[in-house]
């Protein structure tokens, strides 16, 4: 039996939401840049790291090289520039110590509601923590003049999972890997991954190599995915660091992936046909010779109408060439008692299925958020320079990149967040919101077709056509945006007085 205690309230000038990648970076930021606001950061697990904490699967690891995906101020030091998990949590851990952030940061605060009040211009968030050793929960009353939303944009307490029709006659075990069980042995086992996205390709070395290895690995696909092979260690890198010192060859194999990676994209998107020659060209050469390429890595997609999936080293085609793993693509009539019936009629044998079906998306954690008493329903707000939200006074946002470093864009992010703070207090502002064009059109935030994406559009805001409503997705355009002037005519700044004054609420400018 757990008792609820209410506590007092607590007031801070800025309230970070998230001690993940972004949350970490964006509180490093602050606290630097902005030394005299106070800051808190609210984490609602028992530890920082957020997606490289929650996801326990074998062999996760970061998609994106750590040279982009680290940040700007911390210099990646490893010699593997594509990073398990451990490492990345490690080098997060090695963030909050070296910037002090352990005094701003409070885990186990779930925030589940936020309301601004224009009058006050302030948010007020309940905020739930639990006691780990007695289960006692509190209910706690945070402040704030700002809010900056880190949490990511998928649900942390469920993945997507579909209803496969037989699911409770099979006789083995059925995992998701947002949910991977601690010790889970699957050792000398047949195991099928149902799904072909990025945790797929992860998992079928990781489980088909190596002490502890399954029997036999195979990947079901309802859909085949461009798979690209690229080196774990960044040679180049490592002699840049040799000859210039970590932190200018930090910056240089920065400069240089941040390039590379943009002309790659650039070059698939404007010339897919190459492109998917080239790829195709490539799993050819990694592949046992015979190998129906055209069935299993011929997408009906151009490349980066999804997100292309990287394979370390070639670790993904590695297991199958040396019979470790296969790829089957057809798909799931129901399952049975020893494994899945496919629709072509055949029956795949398993002890293990894993269940790689992808996320499900949700900002803020699904968290109300009430503005003069009304409740916001985000999915009419338009996105403004990718971080600020139509009608939702003095919060901003951190979503970034899919077809780059996600942790490019939120760098960006801060620094433009800085730049508007630091230009609302010479001014005597309390309040900017960004105010949406009559009429707009809308289209779906996210540029991809991957079917989270698809899933979740009803549920997320909208971005316009043009900029500054435009979600950018390069970061050479975000650099110019984010880093050009602060204020433009589709910002409205107030003040608290003006707004206690106003029979309306907000009185504002767009100085």
């Known amino acids: ?9 607590e ?37 920082i790291g957020g997606t490289w904490d929650l996801f326990r699967y074998p062999g996760i690891r970061s998609d994106s090289d750590l040279h982009t995906f680290g940040y700007a101020f911390k210099p990646w030091r490893h010699e593997a520039a594509i990073a398990d998990a451990p490492l990345i949590k490690e080098y997060l851990q090695e963030a909050v110590g070296e ?22 211009s302030r948010w007020t968030l309940t905020v739930q923590t639990s006691d780990p ?45 947002q ?14 991954i149902i799904g072909s996205g990025a945790t797929a390709i992860t998992l079928v070395p990781a489980m088909a190599t190596g002490e502890g290895a399954a029997r036999h690995v195979t990947m079901l696909q309802r859909t085949p995915t461009y798979v690209m092979a690229l080196p774990r260690v960044d040679r180049v890198a490592l002699a840049l660091t040799k000859v210039l010192g970590p932190e200018r060859g930090y910056a240089v194999t920065r400069f240089k992936n ?37 069935k299993h890595f011929n997408p009906p997609y151009d490349p980066w109408d999804q997100r292309l999936c990287l394979a370390p080293d070639g670790d993904f085609f590695d297991a199958i060439k040396e019979g470790r793993a296969s790829v089957v693509t057809d798909t799931v009539a129901r399952f049975s008692r020893r494994g899945i019936v496919l629709a072509s009629g055949e029956e795949l044998e398993a002890d293990v299925i ?28 338009l996105c403004y320079r990718g971080m600020l939200l139509s009608g939702i006074p003095n919060w901003a946002m951190a979503i970034g990149y899919t077809t780059s470093s996600w942790t490019l864009k939120v760098s960006l992010m801060c620094r433009y967040f800085i730049d508007l703070v630091r230009h609302m207090d010479a001014r005597g502002y309390d309040t900017v919101v960004p105010v949406a064009p009559a009429g707009a059109e809308r289209r779906p ?33 975000d650099a110019k945006a984010l880093r050009g002037p602060v204020a433009d005519e589709h910002l409205e700044f107030g003040t608290r007085q003006a707004a206690a004054q106003s029979p309306g609420g907000r009185r504002a400018t767009h100085a």
Request: aromatic letters at 10%.
């Open 133 to 177: 050793a007695t289960g006692a929960t509190r209910t706690k009353t945070f402040r704030a003049g700002w809010v900056f939303a880190a949490t990511g944009y998928y649900r942390y307490d469920e993945g997507f999972s579909p209803e496969f029709p037989g699911r409770d006659d099979f006789e083995g075990r059925i995992v998701h890997p």
């Open 179 to 192: 949910r991977w069980p601690e010790g889970l042995d699957y050792s000398g086992k047949k195991v099928v």
């Open 99 to 120: 910037n002090g952030l352990g005094r701003v940061l409070r885990l186990r605060h779930r925030v589940i509601r936020s309301e601004w009040s224009s009058s006050e």
């Open 354 to 381: 894993v269940t790689a079906t992808g996320l499900n998306l949700q900002l803020f954690g699904g968290m109300p958020i009430v503005v003069d008493g009304r409740q916001v329903d985000i999915a009419d707000a």
């Open 258 to 294: 941040i390039w590379a990676d943009r002309a790659v994209v650039k070059g698939l998107r404007t010339f897919p046909k190459a492109g998917r020659a080239l790829i195709r060209r490539e799993n050819i050469k990694r592949l046992p010779k015979g190998f129906d390429v055209d």
């Open 1 to 9: 039996m757990t008792a609820e205690v209410l506590d007092a309230v």
């Open 445 to 477: 935030v996210m540029d991809l077709q991957a079917g989270y994406a698809k899933r979740a559009e009803k549920h997320m805001p909208k971005q316009g056509l043009e900029k500054p409503w435009r979600m950018a997705m390069s970061y050479p355009e």
């Open 11 to 47: 007031e801070f000038d800025v309230v970070i939401i998230g001690a993940g990648i972004s949350g970490i970076g964006a509180a490093t930021y602050v606290s630097r840049e902005l030394p005299d606001k106070s800051l808190v950061v609210l984490e609602a697990r028992d530890d």
